[in-house]
């Protein structure tokens, strides 16, 4: 893929929360998500309908997962969408579990483009992931319960990069 064809103000990113800090853990458990799942989806109809178009997605485990499956969903029925894997790093997934493994593969199988921020992993490979997604999108959809991490650097940094960010509580 072309990046230059992604469009700042006309690409959205995500960022959130691994399962430990969501309804049901590392279970996934539809149920207990569904509440958080429907927040989710409505913020990504409500950024379609602002115009944007590409969603570039962290591919994690948890809101990046869910998220992706949310705009693949939706594409469906808006083939302009486009969803772009923005991953670490090769391998990012190798030491999940074998389900979520299969998950990652078929997210990435559908996804419209990837981009792999590094060539391996370092203790920097996510923030420079994070940092492509908010330095090629003018908005932010963040999943957060508020505590610091991954997810507040990355809310952060889409505030010094002028973001709108769309807060969605856990």
Known sequence: MDWTTIRRETACCFTGHRPNKLPGGYVMDETALAPLRRRLRRAVWEAVDAGYRDFLCGMALG???????EVLALREIRPELRLIAVIP???????????????????LNRADG??????????????????????????????????????????????DHGLTIIHIPV
């Open 63 to 69: 809101v990046d997962t869910m998220a992706a499956q």
């Open 89 to 107: 790093c090769p391998g990012q997934a190798r030491r999940w579990r074998p389900e979520d493994q299969y998950r990652y593969r078929e997210l």
């Open 114 to 159: 990837c981009y792999t921020a590094g060539p391996s992993y370092t203790p920097y490979a996510m923030g420079a992931r994070n940092l492509w997604m908010v330095e090629h999108a003018s908005r932010l959809i963040a999943v957060t319960d508020g505590s610091p991490g991954g997810t507040a650097n990355t809310i952060r940094l889409a505030e």
